[in-house]
């Protein structure tokens, strides 16, 4: 069955079909004219050879005056670029008349008997040159009529036989013009349901079907369009900040939802000029007229994130979503519409790393960043991982005994083209190149080699990225290595932190459950710096936790980062789980945590990150002190 919106017909439709119906018989029309126009100019010649006086002035005339105003209409229908029905309508009658005309006027000034099979004849072309059946009813009629009235005037025989010719004439052509016309109508129906469903599926690929704004697809069809044509414009994509905790604590119904009534705020708070699409996920389009200043489109976007920011009801519970957004305009800061999306998207991310919740517009500074991020990512695509990549490893401490406990493997990088590189910055890069999905097994396998040189009971922690835990092949690769290794799976502890599991919180828990099965353990760097981390202590497979440096900073002097810190320490103990306490550099603090009852401590008052060949004199002199009362702040 057809869909519902094909059955619909309105007056739009009927005026569609009509013209569809003008469009399939105008060829019709013009392919019929010229060999009309041909035809009479042939009569013609022999009304001018055969007939003298007047005879040849009426029949050659009216035959000469056919074939120009067959040629007229003609050029006509061809120079035209739409037609109605009514006026191809008229064209064809036009020329069913003329055509009648010629052989009643020759059949008046020359009657001749057998000739009468004409008006046969031509009651068959009408059937065809009649645009509607009403035309071609009244052109055979017409020609019939005519038939019979002139048949009158000879034998009672011969008029018999012609009223049998006529009638079967007339039914011949009568069932030929409906045929034709019913066929016609057909092909035409079909054409415009075709065309209905072409444009419906126009419609939803150029259509967000959850939100109703214009999709992916079709915002950057308009991006094309105003670069095709020269027009500046700024490019905004706008992305929600907290809905992916929302959207996994309530489900993706109840996301969707919010989603919907964010797109109604996105509408409603749009000027006139501004338009909108959804980009995918959580991540918006919003394009506006190049000749806006920078502080104009700053202001209109820091008023559509306050609108965007305001509370919620869906299904009942009120939910809160922020925004940021980055903006990009083209040309000046953009030639073409994949540029302008890559540094609005680049402004975005910055905005989101630097100012949350704020708009960003994308400057020469940035363009300058980009370009150094993408020499960055050149050079590790081109580096050699086992040459250039090492690892340092920095102790984590017992509190209560001084001695250590297991090391964290940091990652390190020494590029031949651009030295000493950062590790938060090659780690970025590598996981938006996806060079990390190489670089993780490479230096696990170094940390486990160092490993096995260590005593049984210390472990090694090894930290994994949002771009690992998304890898369907990482569990078997880096329980293989560990086996490889030889060193048990119980030594080995992977960090892991909220950012690199909140993509998809399911799939994580299922490598982590893998790892966890195979004897390795868990734990969740910078806890309480996120949204969510305490739902994720009952969803994951975890058995330690590391308190993130930001509460740490303060602790001395800061009652509430104090506060924070003690209630997560007794959580652990009720909890069951081991507490990491990062960010350790002074005494103060470390006599602080002491009071607070801190199990395991790391950071630079117990030592920095060192090289693996320096672990066995650490261990050795840590566990000689171990018993001393300063052993940990001397």
């Known amino acids: 069955m057809w869909p519902d919106f094909l059955k619909r017909r309105t007056a739009s439709d009927r005026l569609a079909s009509r013209q569809a119906l003008a469009e399939a018989y105008a060829p019709i029309i013009r392919g019929f004219l010229l060999p009309c126009a041909a035809y009479y100019s042939f009569v013609t010649w022999g009304h001018w050879r055969d007939e003298t006086g007047l005879h040849l002035i009426a029949l050659g005339g009216l035959s000469l005056f056919t074939v120009v105003t067959c040629l007229l209409m003609w050029r006509w229908l061809r120079d035209r670029r739409t037609l109605s029905l009514r006026r191809i309508e008229l064209v064809g009658l036009i020329a069913n008349l003329l055509i009648y005309a010629n052989v009643a006027l020759y059949m008046l000034l020359s009657f001749q008997e057998p000739k009468l099979i004409y008006f046969v004849l031509i009651a068959v ?330 005593p049984e009971h210390i472990y090694l922690s090894f930290n994994l990225s949002a771009n690992d835990l998304a890898d369907r092949s990482l569990a078997p690769r880096l329980l293989s290595a560990i086996s490889s290794s030889g060193i048990a799976a119980s030594r080995v502890r992977f960090e892991i932190t909220e950012t690199s599991i909140m993509r998809d919180v399911m799939w994580s828990k299922s490598v982590l459950d893998q790892l966890v099965a195979a004897g390795c353990s868990i734990a969740l760097d910078d806890f309480g710096s996120g949204y969510s981390s305490f739902g994720y202590l009952n969803q994951l497979p975890l058995d330690t936790i590391k308190i993130d440096r930001s509460f740490i900073r303060q602790i001395t002097t800061s009652v509430t980062s104090r506060e924070i810190v003690a209630g997560i320490l007794r959580l652990c103990r009720a909890l069951g789980l081991t507490c990491i306490v990062e960010g350790v550099e002074t005494d103060d603090v470390l006599d602080v945590l002491r009071g607070l009852g801190a199990d395991v401590i790391q950071g630079y008052l117990f030592g920095v990150p060192v090289d693996a060949g320096r672990i066995p004199a650490l261990l050795a002199r840590t566990s000689a002190q171990a018993k001393e009362p300063e052993a940990i702040a001397g």
């Not at 670069?227 to 119904?253: S, T």
């Not at 994949?338 to 680049?346: H, P, S, V």
């Not at 090391?407 to 590598?430: K, M, N, T, Y």
């Open 125 to 454: 072309v009408f059937s065809t040159s009649g645009v509607t059946f009403r035309t071609s009813a009244v052109s055979v009629g017409l020609s019939m009529g005519t038939l019979f009235w002139f048949a009158s005037r000879t034998s009672e025989a011969a008029l018999e036989q012609y009223l049998f010719i006529g009638v079967a004439a007339s039914v011949v052509a009568v069932g030929m013009s409906y045929l034709l016309r019913k066929a016609l109508r057909q092909q035409v129906s079909a054409r415009l349901k075709a065309d209905a469903l072409t444009e419906h599926a126009q419609h939803l690929a150029s259509t967000d079907m959850l939100t109703d704004l214009p999709s992916r697809r079709r915002v950057f069809h308009e991006i094309d369009a105003e670069v095709e044509h020269g027009r500046p414009f700024w490019l905004g994509l706008i992305d929600l900040d907290g809905f992916k905790a929302i959207n996994d604590a309530y489900g993706h119904a109840l996301g969707d939802e919010l989603l919907e009534a964010v797109a109604g705020r996105i509408r409603s708070s749009a000027g006139s000029e501004a338009r909108f699409g959804r980009l995918g996920g959580d991540e918006f389009a919003w394009v506006l007229p190049g000749t806006l200043s920078q502080r104009q489109v700053e202001e209109a976007a820091r008023d559509l994130i306050m609108a965007i920011s305001q509370p919620y009801v869906v299904t009942g519970r009120q939910v809160h979503v922020g925004a940021t957004i980055g903006i990009c305009h083209s040309p000046t800061m953009a030639q073409g519409s994949a540029m302008a999306y890559e540094n609005a998207d680049y402004a975005l991310y910055a905005a989101k790393d630097s100012r949350r919740g704020d708009v960003l517009v994308f400057s020469a500074e940035h363009r300058l960043a980009m370009s150094q991020a993408s020499a960055l990512e050149r050079a590790l695509r081109e580096a050699d991982i086992e040459a250039e990549f090492y690892l340092q490893f920095q102790p984590q401490v017992s509190v209560l005994t001084g001695q250590i406990l297991g090391f964290e493997a940091l990652a390190r990088w020494e590029s031949p083209a651009l030295g000493q590189v950062r590790p938060d910055v090659f780690i970025r890069a590598a996981e938006r190149s996806g060079q990390i999905v190489e670089l993780t097994p490479a230096l696990l396998k170094k940390a486990l080699a160092a490993a096995a040189s260590w």
